[in-house]
């Protein structure tokens, strides 16, 4: 359960959220729309703990009854997916899911379980792949699974969908929706794109609220 | 209607040869004349045989090795501590002003702070009671650990300013700032991210600096006439005293000793590259074992501070020098203050002249030509001729002078003008293409289509639209050019046949002669010279951006 609590977040020269509040249950998805410039990458930095500096924020976030809101990004549990996919392209696909795994067990089993989630996903084999030679939509594939793999609390999607053309976006925006269901964590969405939308989901839209000083 | 399409072929004449030929062609002979008085069996023998060779060589290896791996160590530690943190906008800004600083005035002004009667050692006189200068060589120690602390905090900078320029890149410096954001949400701390994720990617995009920083260390002579260890010197020293000597059969043993250094330099990459794939499958398992070290927080040295006073009080210590007087041990302040060395500098002003004229000639020689081939020749053969511009960088200088030598002694221009024209120029060309490549080739070539559409000639282009307004960085490429030329010490020296002094050839004349107070205004003189060209392209910069900013706010 990912809760908001009266989230406030502006900059010196104007409010970019004000007053949101929100509950976002597992396998539920939160959609923040709004037009460019609105907020909603802010919005999802601040969930993320990478908001820069000059940004003044308010309010409570709780993930699973854990305050998270002063904590520094790498103690959240709150995984991120980028436009771009961000695979790390030193590394090959199976390295990359390597990396996000948390450690334990022999090398043996990790490489299995990372390879169990590329054939769940339509991968099978793809493991010593470099990155830049797989298509765009196995890439985005990729990057969901990685994010997942580090088995995040909640996930915060940012734009995910926007660069790939629209018989690919179909496809991949089942595939991260079905991803999050099975795996049972809230996620939030910032997209401009109605079409983003699935039926039945809790949706924010910001204003910029332009006169304010 | 039938139409056929043909491809366009962007009319390309041969204009580049031009510019391509004039600077391959001197250096190409240069590099095979020195290379052929090297191919001599008796100074082969000779040199294997010489009592100091073996001392020498691993004098020189030992340097480069410990300064080459200090300073890389150093600048991975300082980035992965400091980047993205205000520390490290200061530490950048400050990068420029210790760039600034010539290698042989740093080693001159080090070795004043350093030596047994020095600055520091009347400090600690103080505490320990001393009343005579210590009798330890804290200066031409034969460990070379002066020499290797004065490369140390020159090449550092270096390092750190190609960081950085990687982390400016266009594009790459955003995409690498969201892989250690994506790290973070995966439970990375900060530094585990750096030295799983950016340092694997930006060790191999830093060969070619940290190659040239090995191989300088490798082969300076400059720095180690003045701090490097004496008896024996380094292997480039050594051969650039067999070079000056006045024996046919020692110049040719000289250049034999320059051809080994070039081979090893060449032996030492390869084995780093080795090394590298070498440790490549292990270092990937790290990478991934999925472990989280925890942050440590530990004390944060004040890097920025410790190099600011590093070079303040180096700089110090010249400008301080160069007025003092009678100065009897233990006391920190000198019984009086004398203007007799800048007496001396204001009486030999041909010095300066002849250094600022060759300076601007060569710099203004380098600049065309590397404004000439990046006119007409498209930019990706830029990666065709990084072979030519990188060797003046990464041949040891003491051969490609020797080679110089040859080819000024067969065009009869050795000990004269041209010839120092010619050696100061394959140095400067190099360093204005590299200097002002982003700029010009990364210029909008809209307005090249804009400028032809309206009917404008190329020529007026490039004098009313394209030069204007890259006044900046062409100012700025030639003062890195003029800042090269002043700072030779071999060429100038070698070529000159010893005619023609300049402050970088006096200063070290007359630091290795023990005239401490004239070598150390000269030693200023030379770093003082390339920051008035600085401070004019910086001047210039500042002005066209006022003024470009001025017509936006219009």
Known sequence: ?213 | MDTTLRPVKAARGWGWALPAALFVLPLAAALWLGAAEAVDARAWSHLLSDTQFAAALAESLWIAVASTMLSATLCVLIVTRLHGTRAWQRVQGALGGWLAVPHAAFAIGLALLLMPSGFIARLLAGVAGWDAPPDIATVRDPWGLGLIAALVFKELPFLLWNVAAQLRRVGQGAELERQLQIAATMGYSRRTAWARLLWPQLLPRLALPLLAVGAYGFTVVDMALVIGPARPPTLAVLAWQWLLDANAATNHQGAAAALCLTALVAALAAAVVLAWHAVRPAARQRWTRGDRPSAARRFEWPWAGTGAAVYLAVVLSLLFMSIAGVWTFPSLWPSHWTLQAWAGVAHSSSTVGVTAVLAIVSASTGLVLAVAWMETAPAHWDARAAGAVFAPMLVPGVLLVAGLYQLSLHSGIDGRFAGLWLAHSLYTAPYAMVALSPAYRGFDPRYQQTAHALGRSHAAFLLRVKWPMLLAPLAAAFAVAFAVSVTQYLPTQFIGAGRYATVTTEALTLASGGQRNLAAAFALLQALLPAIVFGFAWWLGRRQARRLHAVAMA
Do not use: Y
């Open chain 1, 1 to 213: 359960m990912l809760e908001l609590d009266a989230i406030t977040l502006a900059t010196p020269q104007r409010v970019l959220v004000r007053n949101v509040s929100a509950r976002v249950a597992g396998g539920e998805l939160l959609v923040v729309m709004g037009e460019s410039g609105a907020g909603k990458s802010s919005l999802l930095a601040m969930l993320s703990g990478t908001l820069p500096d000059g940004f003044i924020a308010t309010g409570a976030i709780r993930l699973n009854g854990r305050e998270i809101g002063a904590l520094p990004t790498a103690q959240r549990h709150v995984g991120l997916l980028f436009q771009d996919d961000l695979l790390f392209p030193h590394m090959t696909v199976l390295d990359n899911l390597l990396f996000a795994l948390p450690a334990g067990g022999h090398r043996a089993e990790r490489c299995a379980q990372a390879e169990a989630a590329l054939a769940r996903a339509g991968l099978e084999g793809h493991g010593p792949r470099w990155p830049h030679s797989l298509s765009g939509g196995q890439r985005s594939r990729v990057s969901v699974l990685r994010a997942l793999l580090a088995q995040p609390q909640a996930l915060l999607l940012d734009e995910p969908f926007s660069r790939l053309d629209a018989a690919l976006r179909e496809r991949f925006r089942a595939f991260v929706f079905e991803r999050v269901r099975e795996q049972g964590i809230p996620a939030v969405l910032v997209t401009h794109d109605p079409q983003d939308v699935p039926a039945g989901a809790q949706v924010i839209e910001l204003r910029p609220e332009l006169d304010d000083a």
